[in-house]
């Protein structure tokens, strides 16, 4: 499956999404956009709480109870996925063409069903295949997702595999419908750090040799940066920087992309004897912040900062930042 290089597969267009609370309902998502284009991979990257997952549920139709969509569309291939209007077309493209890498291993495969029941089962409900067929078609993909001695893994349970091997199982899950796109929703948490570089080695594989896009999801930049060929950067519900990777890892403009860097090991960079840190908390979605989100935090915040910036585009990315490139 290769595909072009250029054809939008997914976007999502000034996404606003709410939660309800006891004062009403808040904005965890504040005008949300981004695309995913065919052969592409990208990363979104943020703290925990900054609505990474909820991007993704988003893009998925997969809005928890209690949200709402307050604005915005999302769209597939031009067709939009909300909205009873896009109810048919989300069953045809969520996965099918679309599928799914849950971030826990450990509670995301069914405890009482063997391995191949589960892969079998994908197969059979996304690909129409027999049961024969679903059965041969397991084994390739646990062989093609580095499972050793896939016959005899079939007819093992999810407590049988490491945490290692669960998520190669999930990964061939998500390659039996033989989808357009994977998103990967924090797909290394639980695992180590040598398994986490298996885990990136295989999916960056996969994405070369069978065409596929990714939307990676991580708090972790170093694994945004083992396999993303651009990178989102999400606060407090909100898109503050985007582009290449090489522009995000090498000039970040926004003073929260530059204290992620900062506070992230990196053996490129020379003398690095001591993590920085970015100070304070992130807001609290139900308590908006006066202005630009990060303006507590930042470290050259000025009056001009208690009015919220937009992305604007700046060299070769786009920020949203009264004041980009540090003080």
């Given at each position: ?108 495969l069914d405890p009482v069903f063997t391995i ?191 009015q919220e910036p937009v992305l604007e585009p700046?060299g070769e990315g786009r920020v949203a930042c ?6």
């Amino acid at each position: 499956m290769v595909t072009s290089p250029t054809r939008e597969l997914i976007t999502a267009d000034e996404l606003t999404i709410a939660f309800a609370t006891d004062e009403g309902y808040a904005d965890v998502l504040r005008q949300v956009s981004l695309g995913v284009r065919a052969g592409e991979s990208v990363g979104l990257v943020g703290e925990s709480g900054s609505g990474k997952s909820v991007t993704c549920k988003a893009l998925l139709g997969q809005i928890e109870a209690g949200g709402r969509l307050v604005s915005g569309d999302v769209q597939w291939e031009g067709a939009t996925l909300l909205g009873r209007a896009g109810r048919r077309h989300l069953r045809e493209v969520r996965g099918r063409r679309m599928a799914t890498i849950p971030q826990d291993p450990m509670t995301a495969l069914d405890p009482v069903f063997t391995i191949g029941y589960q892969i079998e089962e994908v197969c059979r409900h996304a690909r129409g295949m027999s049961r024969q067929q679903s059965r041969e078609r397991a084994i390739e993909l646990l062989e093609l997702a580095g499972v050793p001695s896939p016959t005899q893994r079939l007819r093992q349970y999810p407590h049988e595999f490491s945490g290692g091997m669960q998520q190669r199982v999930l990964i061939a899950m998500a390659l039996a419908a033989e989808p357009d796109l994977i998103i990967a929703d924090e797909p290394t948490t639980a695992l180590d750090v040598t398994v986490q570089g298996q885990i990136l080695a295989l999916l960056r594989s996969l994405k070369d040799q069978l065409g596929l896009s990714v939307l990676l999801v991580s708090h972790d930049l170093g694994v945004v940066a083992e396999i993303c060929d651009r990178v989102l950067v999400m606060y407090a519900g909100a898109i503050v920087e985007q582009g290449s990777s090489d522009q995000i890892f090498n000039r970040p403009q926004h003073p929260y992309t530059q204290g992620l860097l900062a506070s992230t090991p990196r053996v490129d960079v020379p003398g690095q004897d001591r993590l920085g840190g970015i100070p304070g908390v992130p807001p609290s979605p139900y308590h908006r912040v006066e202005g630009c989100a990060f303006r507590p935090r930042g470290p050259a915040a000025t009056e001009q900062c208690r009015q919220e910036p937009v992305l604007e585009p700046i060299g070769e990315g786009r920020v949203a930042c009264w004041h980009p490139g540090g003080p």
